[in-house]
């Protein structure tokens, strides 16, 4: 492969490094940042330069607008770093600074030993959507092509994988079909299972300047069992019982086909399976859905007056619907109500995702999940696999045929001790995965679990032998993908602290010592993404025009940008020739009954805790917990009671009271409010074991998900409340001994 040069690089030790320009690191908005560098340091050895940050005007997905975390980024760049690879034989043991000789010599080790008794299958990595494009590439080339185990999976799991497969079963492909202009488009959004204030800002605030200015002439619509910031904002506010959203959603179909608010000609021409949904439809009747969701009739009405008016309704949808049982069905039945309206494929219309990592996206593009190869590939097709296996250069046959483990997949092979090594990359499942005594114990388990990691002391690093100092963004160049299919190149701006290094530059010297020198014999992340982009042509996210360079030339750029596409010339939307990429051409309507929870409540755990997010922490705290400001706006996680729950259990606001579920208990202040509905409890879920406030929340919920997608259902659990009483502490009787005091002459003052 001929050199490809890197655009940017970072400024030599030493030298003052220039202004960049770089893809906020934390949610799935993507907002451009421009950082500037501060004065430099006296020693900068001893603490390296500071950044400011602010909004880049210049980006066409935020247009220089920023909140706390992006403008907050730069403060967590330097503390707490991990600099240098470390190693303890036994989990009793401590840490042992090694060098990267003899961390690969471990990792090489325990791989052959691996292959050598339980084959390829005993091998697993969870990797993370704060991953690279770039890194996402060579660790699934490392796992599925080199060591031909499939099983790379990564944390878009618990955030987008009923999304992926909810878009690849209704439209034949992954791929979000809409872009952040449709919100000034359209004319009716339904923000369902979504907070989007909190957890996607920047969008939020789009969306308001513009309510704010057209008033009723555009309609907020929120489905949420809580009252939030975004609920605020809205016209209609649906409060449904968690789990069920499917029901709201077939009873909105049935008042469209009761009020002929249906598109024939779209269905006729553009989908299949109309018949059975329309049947399915029929029975859910507003008295069922209304008993169901605990919504009255009339709010049901509403939203489906509302709907069948308007001209341009956009639905934005995350974590709410993704983790969920019916996650991917609940995706189905959201995309058949746009395309039996004809709803989709127009400005302004269509079913939006809303990513929650910044580069999940990325990570689909490249393949980046147990089932998936790169290109919107499957591993399940073989003749996907056998293009893969061309490109990479590997024999027929090098990647297995069957989809590897999802995460949770991962968590019991380690319990029935199937897995001889368990890689965690840039990500901190120990707080992140539901039920986390289990996934500890299982984790204690494996015989090598390796956590490569930019930062020091995290909850899964309790669990890890092997240590890898990951250098992290604006350390290593990369590419990003946002919610919207734009793609921006984050430059490495600063130099990586001790001996950090590039994802994807520890996974391919691992391929070249294992034997895979012609394979991972990449130069720069340059010549990593010039391979990967080569693999998308003539697929849906086919961005095999798009270069480093040419992104570092001309800024970010949407996908689809094939070879030979214009700089700003991407496209904004998907299918707007209303052909879909299934074999017939057509979209497919998904019939489904809705299932409920997973786990309901029930007489001993009458209650059902949901957990989300605070505006200003970003998931497991590993960041934002080190600034000042978001500490100082969210210092401590608050248990949401509804004040006739807060009456039954005995409990008042600012008490102490102690969650259950079937797998723990976790103790928070409470914070009694009527803006959650009864029966339901709201936790954040950042803070994990080691902060000093602990609440675990993951602890409390269980591992059944969607049984397509196998997003754990991380939304809902079943528990029960109690005040924590505390005892009281009984003093015992000090004795205390007589004190003979010396006589003091004082002499006479002066
Ligand atoms: S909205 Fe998301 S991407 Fe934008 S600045 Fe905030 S955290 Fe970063």
Known sequence: MPPVAEPSAPSPPGARPGPARAQCPYCGVGCGLELKPGEPAPDPEASPASWTVRGDRQHPSSLGQVCIKGATVAETLDQNRLVQPQWRERLD????????????????????????SQ??????????????????????????????????????????????????????SDGPPCCYDD?????LVLLIGTNTADCHPVLFQRLLKRKRKLKAALQIVVVDPRATTTSDAADLHLAIRPGTDLVLLHGLGHLLLLQGAIDRAFIDQHTEGFAALETLWQAWTPERVSALCGISIPQLEQLAQLWARSSAVLSLWSMGVNQSREGTATVGGLINLHLVSGQ??????????????????????????????????AIANPAHRAEVERHWGFAPGAIASQPGLAVWQQVEAMERGELGLWWVAATNPLVSLPWLDRVRAAAQACPLV???????????????HLLLPAAQWSEKAGVMTNSERRLTLCP???????????????????????????????????????????????RVCDLSGLSHRLLAEHGPQQWPFPQGCAPGEGQARLYGDRRFPTDSGRARLIAEQPLGLAEPPCDQFPLVLTVGRYLGHWH???????????????????????????????????????????????????????????????LPMHWGASQELACEANRLM??????????????????????????????????LKPVTLEPVSLKPLA
Request: overall charge neutral.
């Open 93 to 116: 043991q401590p840490f042992r600074p090694i060098d990267w000789e003899q961390a690969y010599a471990i990792l090489i080790h325990q791989i052959q030993h691996t292959l050598a």
């Open 119 to 172: 084959g390829p299958s005993g091998l697993a990595m969870y990797g993370s959507g704060q991953f690279l494009t770039e890194d996402y590439y060579v660790a699934n080339k490392l796992f599925k092509g080199a060591l031909g185990s499939n099983n790379f999976d990564a944390n878009s799991r618990l955030c987008m994988s009923s999304a992926v497969a909810g878009y690849a079963r209704s439209l034949g």
């Open 183 to 187: 919100l000034d488009l359209s004319d």
């Open 344 to 377: 989709i494929a127009r400005p302004g219309a269509g079913p939006f995702s809303l990513t929650g990592q910044p580069n999940a996206m990325g990570g689909r593009e490249a393949g980046g999940l147990a089932q998936l190869l790169p290109g919107y590939r």
């Open 450 to 464: 390796v956590l490569s990691e930019a930062y020091a002391g995290t909850e899964t690093a309790a669990v890890a």
């Open 492 to 538: 490495a701006f600063r130099q990586p602290p001790g001996e950090a290094r590039a994802d994807w530059e520890i996974f391919a010297e691992l391929g070249r010592r294992l034997g895979f020198v012609s394979q991972f014999n990449f130069d720069s992340a340059a010549a990593v993404w010039q391979e990967f982009s080569a693999l998308t042509v003539g």
């Open 620 to 682: 497991t705290m590993t960041r934002t917990a080190q600034v000042e400001r978001i500490q100082q706006r969210h210092p401590e996680p608050l248990l949401e009671v509804n004040p006739m729950d807060a009456r039954r259990y005995g409990l008042v606001d600012g008490a102490l009271g102690q969650v259950r579920s079937r797998r723990g208990a976790v103790s928070a202040k409470v914070m009694v409010t009527d803006r959650i509905r009864p029966g339901t409890l709201f």
């Open 702 to 735: 269980h591992e059944l998900g969607c049984p397509i997608s196998k997003q754990p259902e991380l939304k809902a659990a079943a528990v029960t409340l109690e005040p924590v009483i505390l005892k009281p502490v009984t003093l015992k009787p000090v004795t």
